[in-house]
C-alpha cells in the first residue's frame, strides 16, 4: 500500500504561535491532541493536517519550501495580505518584481509564503493553498511522484509538478539553479499508510526509489531523506 501525504511539518522556535497564525489565515481548526500533537486540520479530511513542531534551527537563508495562497478576485488578495499582517505577518524583499503581482510575506516565525493574484491558471482549482512550492531538481519530483503516486501535472524545462488525483495543493519543483541546503528543513513532508499496511515494506520501496533512511523519530516514525536530501518521515500504521 503507497504512502499517503499526512502532514506538512513546520519546525518551529513558537509552535503555539505559529499554529495560530496559520489557523487565522487559513481558517482551519486547531487541534492539540495526542496522535497529531499541535497541528491545524484542513476543511477536508481528504487534505492534509499543518503540524508545529518545536525546533531551534537558526534561518540562515530562504526555506527550501514555500507556500503559494491563491486569491478569487484582486480584493481578495488584499484582504488575505491584511489578514496576514494582522496576526503578525509581515512584507519581505526576496527579489520579486511589482508587475509579477504576487505579495510576499513571511509569518511570525520569518518563514516565506506568497499571496498570488487573481486568475492564475496553473493554481486554478486547487483551493487556497494552492501549491507548496519548493526548491528541488527534475529527479525529485519523479521521486515523489512515484512515492505518492500522485501525477505529474507539469514537466517542463527540468521543473516539475504533481498532484493528487483527488486534486486539491500542488507541489512543485523549480528546477535548476537549486538553492543549496543549508541545515535541517524547516518544512517537511510526513507520510502515512493506511492501517493494517506492511510499514517495512513500503520504507523499502521508498527507498528503492532513491530516498535514503536516517533514523527512527517521535512515535517510532522512519525519518528519511529525499533524492535532494530534504527530510520526510513515514508514520507507522495503525494495527487492525
Given amino acids: 500500500m503507497t504512502s499517503q501525504l499526512f502532514a506538512i511539518c513546520f519546525n518551529a522556535t513558537r ?12 481558517g482551519w481548526e486547531l487541534a492539540d491532541g495526542a ?12 487534505g492534509f ?4 513542531l518545536p525546533g531551534q534551527e537558526p534561518k540562515t537563508g530562504p526555506n527550501q ?59 486554478a482549482g486547487t483551493g ?29 524545462d527540468q521543473e516539475t509538478a504533481i498532484q493528487s488525483p483527488d486534486g486539491g495543493t500542488k507541489i512543485t519543483w523549480g528546477g535548476p539553479p537549486v538553492a543549496p541546503k543549508t541545515g535541517t ?5 510526513e507520510l502515512a499508510l493506511p492501517t493494517g499496511a506492511d510499514w517495512e515494506a513500503e520504507i523499502g520501496r521508498l527507498v528503492s526509489l ?19 536530501g530534504n527530510e520526510f518521515s513515514v508514520r507507522r500504521p495503525r494495527q487492525p
Fill in 35 to 46: 496522535d497529531d500533537g499541535l497541528a491545524i486540520l484542513p476543511p477536508d479530511a481528504a
Fill in 15 to 26: 509552535p503555539s504561535d505559529l499554529a495560530r497564525f496559520w489557523s487565522g489565515l487559513l
Fill in 210 to 228: 532513491g530516498a535514503q533512511r536516517t533514523g527512527t523519530g517521535e512515535g517510532g516514525r522512519a525519518l528519511m531523506l529525499d533524492p535532494d
Fill in 185 to 189: 528543513n524547516r518544512l517537511y513532508l
Fill in 65 to 123: 519550501a514555500h507556500f503559494d495562497l491563491t486569491s478569487a478576485s484582486p480584493e481578495d488578495q488584499q484582504q488575505t495580505v491584511a489578514r496576514a499582517l494582522a496576526l503578525g505577518g509581515r512584507h519581505i524583499d526576496v527579489g520579486q518584481l511589482p508587475e509579477e503581482g504576487h505579495v510576499v510575506l513571511a509569518d511570525p516565525d520569518g518563514n516565506e509564503f506568497c499571496v498570488i493574484k487573481a486568475g492564475n491558471t496553473f493554481l
Fill in 49 to 52: 493536517r499543518i503540524r508545529f
Fill in 128 to 156: 487556497f493553498i494552492g501549491a507548496l512550492a519548493c526548491d528541488g531538481t527534475q529527479e525529485v519530483g519523479y521521486f515523489w511522484s512515484e512515492a505518492l503516486r500522485w501525477p505529474l501535472v507539469w514537466d517542463q
